[in-house]
């Protein structure tokens, strides 16, 4: 994927905070754009239409590509995974992103801001979409291989580059909205409210496949052969944890940044019993997870 895949923004910009003058010729542009028929169906009234405006202002966009591309689902701002890749581009010109797959099994994705010297992995797969929930909707089905793609760039924007976001940090189809697979656009009711569906819950315990996939290195115990002392992990000893804060995809993907880095499981139970105070990765908060990551990312166990 090279920028032209994403959306293109222009630099420059005004003050965030509209004056009176500009509210009032906000007031009068949404008015008369509503009467056209050409915004999405949920941008209904003047006041829908200055909101969209006012978050595009924030973000240094148009007001037209501001209406195709920001969704306000239940009340909170979202915004097109293309778009936030091109304010990526846009705002870190320096910064390397590597879509290494992009396929119906998932997207891989490299990426480091300009001043960073390695590269972090993100990675959303069929097995992660399917454990969420999502594989059983139309876009999924329609579109697998682009919903598993935007769904890792948005993760990525996140956990790298959320200056870039001005804290609208979900796409409307995170937030549970029907998306329509050809375009993106969230789809509407008659009365032109976006169709949203409950968001997933994630089971109080995951199943025992997931756990099995991602049973903590580190807490792993061990037997000793006695004739030639390896030593040798018994399953059958292994103790399950269920993470605490953190959704399993999480300790999949934090134990992937880990061993890319040349890391060792003692020696992450190290930097977490020293930092943190904590015996185990499953203990870890959403704070301490971020922090970690970044630590585990970029610095380099080579030495």
Not at 275 to 280: A, D, R, T, V
Not at 285 to 300: G, H, R, S, V
Request: glycine share 6%; net charge negative; aromatic share 6%.
């Amino acid at each position: 994927m090279t920028h032209e895949t994403a959306v293109t923004i222009r630099q420059g910009g005004s003050s965030v905070i509209p004056g009176l003058d500009e509210v009032q010729l906000m007031l009068r542009l949404g008015g008369a754009l509503c009467k056209t028929g050409f915004l999405p169906k949920a941008v209904n009234t003047p006041e829908k239409a200055m909101a969209i405006m006012l978050y595009g202002k924030e973000l240094n966009i148009p007001p037209m590509m501001a209406f195709s591309k920001i969704s306000v689902i239940q009340g909170k701002p979202t915004m097109a995974a293309e778009l936030m890749l091109g304010i990526i581009y846009r705002d870190h010109p320096g910064a390397e992103i590597i879509f290494d797959q992009m396929d119906d099994n998932g997207c891989v994705i490299r990426a480091r801001r300009p001043n960073e010297r390695n590269l972090q992995t993100f990675k959303f797969s069929r097995e992660q979409a399917s454990a969420l929930g999502l594989m059983g909707k139309d876009n999924y089905s329609k579109q697998l291989a682009t919903m598993l793609q935007w769904r890792c760039v948005t993760a990525m924007a996140r956990a790298k580059f959320p200056d870039c976001l001005s804290g609208i940090s979900y796409t409307p189809e995170e937030l549970g909205a029907d998306v329509d697979p050809e375009d993106g656009s969230v789809m509407v009711d008659e009365s032109g409210s976006p169709i949203v569906q409950e968001p997933p819950r994630a089971p109080e315990t995951p199943s025992e496949e997931i756990l099995d996939a991602v049973v903590e290195p580190d807490i792993q115990s061990t037997d000793k052969t006695p004739e030639n002392g390896d030593t040798q992990v018994s399953t059958n000893q292994t103790e399950k944890k269920v993470p605490k804060f953190l959704s399993v995809p999480q300790i999949k993907r934090m134990w992937a940044i880990a061993k890319e880095n040349g890391f060792q499981p003692h020696e992450v139970k190290t930097v977490i019993e020293k930092e943190y105070g904590l015996e185990s990765t499953y203990d870890l908060n959403e704070k301490q997870y971020n922090e970690l990551c970044e630590y585990l990312a970029d610095i380099p166990n080579d030495v």
